[in-house]
């Protein structure tokens, strides 16, 4: 349940930024991308609905470095 509010949480600040604690990639990326793949693992995705977090996640996980 507190995962899945935390999906709700990244999805309105997204709304507000490219990124999520700068207006440049950042350590909070990479963390919360983290989040968001071992969430997948148990069963919580990003919805069609937070279609910002499903933006952002889309460009940070194509990063060369998340390829790695």
Known sequence: KN???FL???EKRLS????IAADRFTIADITA???VDFARVVGI???DEQTNLK???SAVSSRP???A
Not at 16 to 19: G, L, W
């Open 3 to 5: 995962a899945a509010g």
């Open 8 to 10: 709700n949480v990244l």
């Open 16 to 19: 507000e930024s490219e990124f």
């Open 33 to 35: 991308m983290c989040a």
């Open 45 to 47: 995705k990003i919805t």
């Open 55 to 57: 933006r952002w996640y």
């Open 65 to 67: 470095s998340a390829k």
